[in-house]
């Protein structure tokens, strides 16, 4: 999993956690990319919420749309 958050001399980790703003990271349990790494963002972000989307693949918005529409508009309405 290390592969994917550092290359020679890359890593995006340190710029995530200076994000301050309201942070949704979705994620499908059939995605190709681990749920692992999903996970790994979103806890780096302060206060991000992660939401793992049932039977979904790497596209949510398009295999499960009406979810991703509900799950977005309950992050908005919190934010």
């Not at 994917?4 to 994620?27: A, C, D, M, Y």
């Not at 302060?46 to 508009?73: K, N, Q, T, W």
Request: glycine share 6%; aromatic share 12%.
């Amino acid at each position: 999993m290390q592969g994917l958050f550092w290359s020679e001399g890359f890593t995006i980790l340190p710029q995530l956690k200076q994000l301050r703003n309201p942070t949704l990271v979705i994620h499908g349990d059939y995605d190709w990319i681990p749920v692992q790494c999903a996970a790994r963002i979103a806890e780096t972000i302060p206060d991000a919420r992660l939401a793992v989307l049932s039977d979904c693949g790497h596209f949510a918005y398009i295999e499960s749309s009406e979810e991703v529409r509900r799950i977005m508009a309950d992050f908005f309405a919190g934010a």
